[in-house]
């Protein structure tokens, strides 16, 4: 995937140029479509998150315990029943773990960072899901050629407490999958994101109190949209900060409706994060809506960043998407080598910055000042070039291989691993 | 083409200070109200002429346009409006400075593609003040190719402004 990403956006380059010269909309005119400063909600879904009850327990599962009972961990999941759980003792499990056919299956470690699934720079993902409503929980994976924790094609999934670090794509991931949650997890040193939900709309999904950094960027979110929530969590250090993005190399584009909530964005232009396709397109940005429409950025402090904090562009692929009615409110943004608050041109209108506590603006009509245009092209020229520094192979990089280990004393294990019944993955499902 | 001041003639920027050497005021500085206007005449020789309506009216909009692009362009340093104003004021007067309508159209054109060909420099300079290794992000193909790409650009009105200062290109070969 990528590669072929990669691909797509080199059409960036011809394309861009346009854009450049087309500054399309005005941001006056969205402040009347959206009158109270309310943005978002354009879409078929809404972008926010309604309340869920928290996931019931299993009432009647068996335990599969490794290395007590199994040799492996996938001899345990093979072994295992709906609503079982495998528990898996401190150890370095040198395998690869695929979940084809057990449902409602929970794989939990009993210590986060003493249960750690090796994939010695040769196996392809730690844990691979395609059964639904299947949870993991507490376990570190490491050193894999594709994903870290991979959820594809599921109704129901969670993945709670995990630690993926120096993965060659993604650290834990979700790809045309609906209803799930990411929590309490940490990511770091992987060449596309650290967390990423995509192709899904709606998702139903919540990425909340994660942590992501050293990645080429911090959430990836291509096309994903609907009832998806990120918030409450911590995105630092990668090239690029938060990045819903429209692609037509997945299906259903553009990218319609998140809500990226209360989160802590900062320094995300680390030159020396590993990356191969996408991310060095968006260093140097905090929260970065590439092509995304009726998205809701609510209450986030973002801070230190070499290009823009919080910024809206276009995204060339087969189709130009232009940014469209999102909404940026109350959000905190300082310290921005550019500007903190940014909107590309072209643009197709309803991008509304509202009450944004910010020092700069590109342009200034963001930030209360006036403007002729409605996006800025130097935006979109910032970025356009990044792109082609990455596509000419001059882009600065870091090895995934190599990257710098997660701070262990600082991850949470789960409370009574060892002990608590396995839940359902999500609940309040419709 | 510009209605000459008094003891400006057509002799343009300088004019006025000859003039003043012609009578001796202004070496012995015996007035100082003339020693004054010396030294306006030096800095400011605008004074030296004026220009008619249509002419004043392309410097005006030659020196928004411009200003608002040295603002555009200096945006990412937080001196948008200084950038305005310098940029407004200083080829606003650069232009009127010049004596005929012709070479005030050309200047414009010759601003506009400097200020064109500044863009890859002053995005570079964005870059450098903002990140702790600016050479691990410059001087790659992407930044040849940016400086390609703009200073192609800059060509078009350089040469429009060439083309308006020094009339045909063509005929002039031929002579």
């Avoid at chain 1, 990836?220 to 990668?238: E, F, K, P, Q």
Wanted: proline share 6%; hydrophobic share 40%.
């Amino acid at each position: 995937m990528p590669y072929r990403r990669r691909d797509v956006l080199r059409s960036f380059g011809a394309v861009g140029a346009g854009s450049l010269a087309a500054a399309a909309g005005g941001v006056a005119s969205a402040q009347e479509q959206y009158g109270d400063g309310e943005g978002g909600g354009g879409g078929d879904y809404p972008p926010g998150q309604p309340p869920r009850g928290d996931p019931r327990p299993y009432e009647d599962y068996a335990t599969h315990r490794v290395p007590e009972d199994y040799d492996t961990i996938q001899a345990a999941v093979d072994a295992a029943e709906p609503e079982d759980l495998v528990l898996v003792g401190p150890g370095v499990y040198e395998e690869a773990v695929d979940v084809r056919e057990t449902p409602r299956l929970t794989i939990r470690g009993t210590e986060r960072n003493e249960v750690i699934l090796d994939g010695g720079f040769e196996r392809e993902d730690a844990v691979f899901v395609t059964a639904d409503d299947v949870v993991v929980e507490n376990l570190t994976a490491r050193h894999y050629t594709r994903n870290g924790f991979f959820w594809t094609g599921v109704s129901g999934y969670r993945g709670s407490y995990l630690t993926a670090y120096n993965n060659r794509l993604y650290g834990v991931y979700a790809f045309d999958s609906v209803h799930g949650t990411f929590e309490q997890s940490y990511a770091s040193g992987h060449t596309d994101s650290g967390f990423y939900v995509g192709q899904c709309a709606p998702c139903h999904a919540v990425v909340r109190n994660v942590r992501s950094e050293n990645n080429a960027i911090g959430y990836s979110g291509t096309n994903a949209g609907g009832y998806l929530t990120i918030r409450d969590s911590v995105w630092r250090h990668n090239m690029g900060g938060i990045v819903p993005n429209s692609l037509d190399t997945e299906a259903d584009p553009p990218q319609d409706a998140a809500r990226i909530e209360n989160n802590l964005v900062e320094s995300n232009d680390n030159a020396d994060a590993p990356d191969v396709a996408f991310g060095y397109a968006a260093f140097g940005t905090g929260i970065n809506v590439a092509g995304g429409r009726n998205n809701e950025v609510v209450g986030n402090t973002v801070r230190d960043h070499a290009n823009f904090g919080i910024v809206l562009v276009p995204m060339i692929d087969q189709n130009l998407y232009r940014p469209k009615g999102n909404l940026v409110r109350g959000n905190t943004v300082s310290g921005s080598g550019r500007a903190d608050l940014a909107l590309g041109a072209p643009q197709a209108g309803g991008n509304v910055f509202v009450d944004n506590d910010a020092d700069s603006a590109r342009p200034a009509s963001l930030n209360g000042g006036s403007s002729l245009l409605g996006g800025d092209p130097w935006v979109t020229l910032v970025l356009l070039e990044q792109f082609l520094q990455l596509d000419t192979g001059g882009a600065p990089r870091g090895d995934w291989r190599s990257a710098p280990e997660p701070p262990f004393d600082e991850l949470e294990s789960m409370p009574g691993a060892a002990s608590v019944p396995p839940r359902e993955a999500v609940r309040g499902r419709s | 083409m510009g209605a000459g001041g008094p003891g400006a003639g057509e002799a343009g920027p300088g004019g006025g200070e000859g003039a003043l050497e012609g009578d001796g005021r202004g070496e012995e500085g015996s007035g100082g109200g003339e020693r004054v206007r010396g030294f306006a005449d030096r800095v400011l020789p605008l004074f030296d002429h004026t220009h008619d309506s249509g002419t004043t009216a392309i410097v005006v909009a030659f020196a928004a346009v411009l200003g608002l692009l040295a603002g555009w362009l200096v945006a990412d340093f937080g001196v948008r409006t200084l950038g305005f104003l310098v940029g407004a004021v200083g080829t606003g007067y650069l232009l009127y400075d010049q004596p005929t309508r012709r070479a005030v159209v050309a200047a414009g054109f010759y601003s506009l593609a400097a200020l064109v060909a500044a863009v890859p420099v002053v995005y570079e300079l964005g870059l450098v003040v903002a990140v702790d290794d600016p050479l691990r992000h410059l001087l790659g193909v992407a930044d040849l190719l940016l400086f390609v790409a703009f200073w192609l650009l800059a060509s078009v009105p350089a040469l429009v402004g060439y083309r308006i200062e020094s009339g045909p290109l063509l005929r002039r070969l031929r002579r």
